[in-house]
């Protein structure tokens, strides 16, 4: 399939069960999973406005996610730029207590690109959330 792919394709199905997995894995903090997930050189601009790379977010994840965190997926929709590049966006309700006590209430809009390797692997590259109301109570 090509760039005239719609959110009922394959590529979206399989986009959407990766974030999904993603997501599941942020309550249990496993970030061996979300790894297998980032492109070495992946970025992400929080819901914050802050800029991170692979590792930092993985610390986040890690270290300062807390316990009861939990992340709805409301909606999503992927579409390809190439053939081996697809741009994911959509909207994810998240909530949780943080290690250092902040409770955090996220009602995101997000933005993805993810690569397509030569295995068909995917790997998402990129990352950008903007918060949708107030992030912390």
Same mark, same amino acid.
């Given at each position: 399939m090509g760039q005239d792919e719609h959110p009922g394709s394959t590529t979206a199905a399989e986009l959407r069960e990766?974030?999904?997995a993603w997501l599941a894995a942020i309550a249990s903090r496993?970030?061996? @999973?979300?790894?297998? @997930?980032?492109?070495?050189?992946?970025?992400?601009?929080?819901?914050?406005?802050? @800029?991170?790379?692979?590792?930092?977010?993985?610390?986040?994840?890690?270290?300062?996610v807390g316990t009861g965190h939990?992340?709805?997926?409301?909606?999503?929709?992927?579409?390809?730029?190439?053939?081996?590049?697809?741009?994911?966006?959509?909207?994810?309700?998240?909530?949780?207590?943080m290690?250092?006590?902040?409770?955090?209430?996220?009602?995101s809009r997000f933005t993805g690109t993810w690569r397509r390797d030569t295995e068909g692997r995917w790997w998402c590259c990129s990352h950008q959330a903007t918060n949708l109301g107030t992030p912390f109570e």
């Open positions: 990766l974030f999904e496993d970030t061996a @999973l979300i790894a297998g @997930l980032l492109d070495p050189s992946w970025v992400y601009v929080d819901f914050t406005g802050h @800029l991170h790379d692979r590792t930092d977010y993985l610390r986040i994840i890690g270290e300062l939990s992340t709805e997926l409301v909606a999503f929709d992927a579409h390809h730029v190439t053939s081996d590049v697809a741009v994911a966006h959509g909207r994810y309700t998240s909530v949780g207590t290690t250092n006590g902040f409770r955090a209430v996220q009602d």
